[in-house]
């Protein structure tokens, strides 16, 4: 648990704080309470303050005590009352009230990169625990992305060791862990496998997973599925954010099955220029991906909210 407590005390004449007592204002749980005034009761210490020479005592000081895991800041309490406004309007199944919510508060309340992060890592599970995978499986990802942009490009396939810590990451270890397995297991329950993959291959250079994991047989199929299989299919659906961003392996894509609404363009990211297709009637039955240094490429899928569709990869072109 995170906090931040206020402690308001006056201070005699030598110095010492007296009257301790806790500020409503803050963010922070009763239990931090008693530690808070102990603290500053025994161990602060102040110079007297002077007044003509002489020390004298005063009242009314307040002094902020932070609770955080790992050095990282805390949030305060209106963030917290903000973020429990998403996570009402989601359990509601409000989606797009939740989404105008959570857009409004990541560009006008979200002042710290931490602060990102926690609203998204509340996304993401307040979102699967109300069934929707892809909206939750996109901010898991955003919470989980790593601060270092070069390791964003990890290829799992990859033989580099990956050099990783909990301090590549905004959010603290145990949070981090716990939404990397969140991020492994909607992937994979997809067919999204190369990105189960890229999670797994965090949680392990991370050394937060060994053979006895629960999730490392399923993660062992699918780096197989990844390296032979001829062909890979993953199931998307655009949430209210109206895009999706999927990470293609292999070098032919197929976007099959359009239902539920409607894409309106779709941009091909590798190494070279984009590719774009601004007229959905231009979009290829098979997508020809470029040559790329990390070796997967980006698609971006801009469609109408609720739009579902298969994504196919294929290592060679189909008949």
Same mark, same amino acid.
């Given at each position: 648990?995170?906090?931040?407590?206020?402690?308001?005390?006056?201070?005699?004449?030598?110095? $010492?704080?007296?009257?301790?007592?806790?500020?409503?204002?803050?963010?922070?749980?009763?239990?931090?309470?008693?530690?808070?005034?102990?603290?500053?009761? /025994?161990?602060?210490?102040?110079?007297?303050?002077?007044?003509?020479?002489?020390?004298?005592?005063?009242?009314?000081?307040?002094?902020?005590?932070?609770?955080?895991?790992?050095?990282?800041?805390?949030?305060?309490?209106?963030?917290?009352?903000?973020?429990?406004?998403?996570?009402?309007?989601?359990?509601?199944?409000?989606?797009?009230?939740?989404?105008?919510?959570?857009?409004?508060?990541?560009? &006008?309340?979200?002042?710290?990169?931490?602060?990102?992060?926690?609203? /998204?890592?509340?996304?993401?599970?307040? =979102?699967?625990?109300?069934?929707?995978?892809?909206?939750?499986?996109?901010?898991?990802?955003?919470?989980?992305?790593?601060?270092?942009? $070069?390791?964003?490009?990890?290829?799992?396939?990859?033989?580099?060791?990956?050099? =990783?810590?909990?301090?590549?990451?905004?959010?603290?270890?145990?949070? @981090?862990?716990?939404?990397?397995?969140?991020?492994?297991?909607?992937?994979?329950? /997809?067919?999204?496998?190369? &990105?189960?993959?890229?999670?797994?291959?965090?949680?392990?250079?991370?050394?937060?997973?060994?053979?006895?994991?629960?999730? @490392?047989?399923?993660?062992?199929?699918?780096?197989?599925?990844?390296?032979?299989?001829?062909?890979?299919?993953? @199931?998307? /659906?655009?949430?209210?954010?109206?895009?999706?961003?999927?990470?293609?392996?292999?070098?032919?894509?197929?976007?099959?099955?359009?239902?539920?609404?409607?894409?309106?363009?779709?941009?091909?990211?590798?190494?070279?220029?984009?590719?774009?297709?601004?007229?959905?009637?231009?979009?290829?039955?098979?997508?020809?991906?470029?040559?790329?240094?990390?070796?997967?490429?980006?698609?971006?899928?801009?469609?109408?909210?609720? @739009?579902?569709?298969?994504?196919?990869?294929?290592?060679?072109?189909?008949?």
């Amino acid at each position: 648990m995170e906090g931040l407590v206020f402690a308001r005390f006056d201070l005699d004449a030598s110095g $010492k704080p007296t009257n301790v007592r806790i500020d409503p204002d803050g963010f922070h749980v009763d239990i931090f309470g008693p530690a808070v005034k102990r603290w500053v009761s /025994q161990s602060v210490r102040f110079n007297p303050a002077m007044e003509n020479g002489e020390p004298v005592a005063l009242q009314g000081l307040r002094l902020p005590v932070r609770f955080s895991m790992n050095m990282k800041p805390g949030i305060t309490r209106e963030f917290r009352e903000e973020i429990d406004k998403v996570v009402k309007l989601l359990d509601a199944r409000d989606f797009p009230g939740a989404h105008h919510h959570a857009q409004w508060m990541l560009t &006008e309340k979200a002042k710290l990169n931490y602060e990102y992060a926690v609203l /998204q890592a509340t996304l993401a599970n307040t =979102l699967a625990r109300t069934g929707k995978m892809h909206a939750a499986l996109d901010a898991a990802r955003a919470a989980t992305d790593p601060v270092r942009p $070069k390791l964003n490009d990890l290829n799992p396939l990859s033989d580099e060791k990956l050099d =990783l810590s909990e301090q590549d990451f905004l959010l603290p270890g145990e949070m @981090t862990d716990q939404l990397l397995r969140l991020r492994f297991i909607l992937a994979a329950s /997809q067919g999204l496998d190369f &990105e189960a993959a890229q999670s797994y291959a965090y949680l392990r250079a991370l050394g937060k997973i060994d053979a006895a994991d629960v999730i @490392t047989s399923e993660a062992e199929k699918i780096l197989v599925r990844l390296k032979s299989a001829p062909s890979l299919t993953g @199931t998307v /659906q655009v949430d209210e954010s109206g895009h999706w961003t999927h990470l293609a392996l292999l070098p032919y894509l197929a976007v099959r099955d359009v239902e539920g609404g409607a894409i309106t363009q779709l941009i091909v990211h590798c190494s070279g220029p984009d590719i774009g297709y601004n007229d959905p009637a231009q979009i290829p039955a098979i997508i020809k991906m470029g040559a790329s240094e990390s070796g997967y490429c980006q698609v971006a899928i801009f469609a109408s909210p609720g @739009t579902r569709m298969h994504l196919i990869e294929y290592r060679q072109p189909p008949p």
